[in-house]
């Protein structure tokens, strides 16, 4: 695990703002699972770095950008692809620098405002996840694979009956299929999701609470519309 908090705040601040790339992205998913959720400093980096970047990505209204910025851009486009190179971290403050020219090009283009305010909700989605995990009064779980994918990690609170599933490296279903979460219970079962990795990482945050059902499946099943219960193949489960 990482121990210099001057490169997890610059993965993280990345992170936020939808920066990162090969090494730097897989380094900083691992870190959203096993580290921010025990690290109180961490975790409110990471809250406050998505406040920033979701204001700065809603904050500008639309309009046309400048004839000379829009031929720079055209020509930056449409230059050959440079030598790979691993992506240089930056700090917090050129970090912020960079999310002002983002809001700067979202103001230029209406689709990539809109770009901007789902990555911004991502974000929260992933902060909301953690939150959950490192909530001392979470009850935690772990969701062995019944195949070859890794373990899932889960943690539920039944105050505000909310269940938060991440895991990374997991595997893409089958085309035309998903990962569908099924709560299992004496008194029938529930279909309480479904979802498919992006780039291997998995982060849910559902309406639910496992504590009135006894366990939790995960299953490969055709896209559509549910049966009354799991009829694919179980992917991962754990006792409740």
Known sequence: MIEDHDRIEELLAGHALGSLEGEDRVEADRLLIEHVPTCDTCRA??????????????GAPPVAPPDLVWRRLRKEVLAPPAPRRRRALFTWSSAVAAAAVVVGLAAWN??????????????????????????????????????????????YTTHEAHLTIVGVDVPDPAPGRVYRVWLIG?????QAGDFRPTDGLVVLNLTVDPSLFSRLVITEEPSGRPGPGPAGVQRWSTAL
């Open 186 to 190: 004496v008194s029938g079962n529930r």
């Open 45 to 58: 980096f990471l809250e406050s770095s998505t406040r920033i970047s979701g204001d700065l990505a809603l």
């Open 110 to 155: 209406t689709s990539l405002n809109t770009r901007l305010s789902n990555e911004a909700r991502s974000q929260r989605n992933v902060s909301t996840a953690i939150g959950t995990i490192a909530d001392p009064t979470a009850k935690k779980l772990r969701l062995d694979s019944t195949t070859e994918p890794g373990p899932l990690t889960g943690a």
